[in-house]
């Protein structure tokens, strides 16, 4: 599971502050802008996310982290590798609205034996900045609005954690390297091989 995740905007983070300038400048003066999160992700939040481009190439949008429950409670944030081609609610989203959810990484609370409390863990990419997720989005309209108005949501998808991440949790996102982006976004053969193989990105982890 991936509960909470990070978008730091430090100086020397030249991808995400690329990330954010272009958004910026695209979602000038419309008022989504004003909800968009840095820092400490939680579910709900409004947050950067790269989608396919009409000519080609990744293009920096703003989703809602989370797929409204069909009963109208809460919402699901994450979708399982092993099983996002058969689930209703997922099945479409993985075939046409692929997503990449840019991270600068992603926390699990670690437990130790012999201690009530666990341990807040930060998990990244050993000296590399940025993380990326794969994820699916789809549009969510608001019943409420009579001019059908609503957003845009997205989920991570999870994977079983490899030998870097499973001392602290059995689950982790689907981790994308740079060079995996595209093909993840446009090609539906990568990224049914991408979602059926265990994924190979070793993380660190440091206290959060």
């Given amino acids: 599971m991936c509960g909470r995740y990070s978008v730091m905007t430090e100086e020397d983070i030249l991808e995400m502050r690329e990330i954010l300038e272009e958004i910026n400048r695209r979602y000038a003066g419309d008022p989504r802008l004003a909800e968009l999160r840095t820092g400490e992700i939680f579910p709900t939040h409004t947050v950067p996310v790269l989608a396919t481009a009409r000519d080609g190439g990744t293009q920096p949008g703003i989703m809602r982290w989370g797929f409204p429950r069909p009963q109208g409670s809460g919402v699901v944030i994450n979708a399982r590798s092993e099983t996002v081609m058969e689930k209703r609610m997922f099945r479409s989203a993985f075939f046409t609205r692929r997503c990449v959810i840019p991270s600068t990484g992603f926390y699990e609370w670690k437990h130790e034996p012999g201690r009530k409390q666990k341990d807040k863990m930060l998990l990244r990419l050993p000296e590399q900045p940025m993380l990326y997720m794969a994820g699916l989005y789809g549009f969510f309209p608001d019943a409420r609005d009579p001019d059908g108005g609503g957003h845009t949501g997205f989920v991570i998808l999870t ?12 689950r982790m996102p689907l981790v994308l390297s740079a060079d995996e982006l595209e093909p993840w976004l446009y090609t539906r053969s990568a990224a049914e091989a991408l979602v059926s193989s265990p994924c190979g990105h070793l993380l660190s982890a440091v206290p959060a």
Avoid: C, F
């Fill in 159 to 170: 994977t079983q954690a490899n030998e870097s991440v499973a001392p602290i949790h059995d």
